[in-house]
């Protein structure tokens, strides 16, 4: 009786912190900026922070839906185009990043392992986005976007698929995987005693 108290108080507990995440990272969302040497389109945000503390939390899966539940919002409140192009690949690159991250910290529980579990998040999402540019988002945009993929190229300032992929799509992954684990890591310390009775071994 008391394990199924205990089952439902935690169900109720996620049922209601998930969404709630999702509405931080929502409005993280809209603290978006340029960064320097890097494509135009390319912002970088700190809206997968809630999402990684869902997937901690309740594991990766939790994380994943707290991304979704985030890009519906952007969808509904703040895109303007209606293409779901840009919000598709906000939920890869998050989904690819927490799932690495948590699922290295459940497998090795600790700073070192959570701190491997960033660093393949941020390697892994590199990986995802270079292929989802290159064989799905950028050619899904241009037939959205009735444009040859030659004059998208150019007005993304670049000479080929690759060329953007190589000097813009991967090295801002890398700089936002960095970003997001040099932020993590210290409010990972904070709840890391709540996740594991080893995590801050």
Do not use: C
Not at 60 to 75: D, S, T
């Amino acid at each position: 009786m008391k394990e199924t108290a205990l089952h439902a108080t935690r169900s109720t507990q996620r049922l209601v912190t998930i969404p709630m995440l999702a509405a931080v990272a929502f409005i993280l969302q809209y603290l978006e900026f340029p960064v320097p040497m890097m494509p135009s389109f390319l912002k970088l945000d700190f809206s997968t922070l809630p999402s990684l503390i869902g997937g901690l939390m309740y594991g990766p899966m939790a994380g994943i839906i707290v991304e979704v539940l985030k890009n519906a919002l952007h969808m509904l409140f703040k895109n303007t185009d209606g293409l779901l192009i840009g919000e598709l690949a906000n939920v890869a690159a998050g989904a690819s990043f927490i799932v690495a991250a948590v699922a290295m910290q459940r497998v090795s529980q600790g700073k070192k392992g959570f701190l491997t579990g960033l660093a393949l998040g941020t390697l892994l999402m590199s990986v995802v986005m270079a292929l989802a540019n290159a064989f799905f988002l950028l050619p899904a945009y241009a037939a959205i976007s009735h444009m040859p993929m030659d004059q998208l190229l150019a007005t993304l300032g670049a000479d080929s698929v690759w060329s953007l992929i190589l000097y813009g799509i991967v090295p801002f992954n890398m700089f936002k995987g960095a970003m997001l684990s040099l932020v993590a890591y210290p409010v990972y310390v904070k709840l890391a005693t709540r996740l594991s009775p080893r995590a801050t071994n």
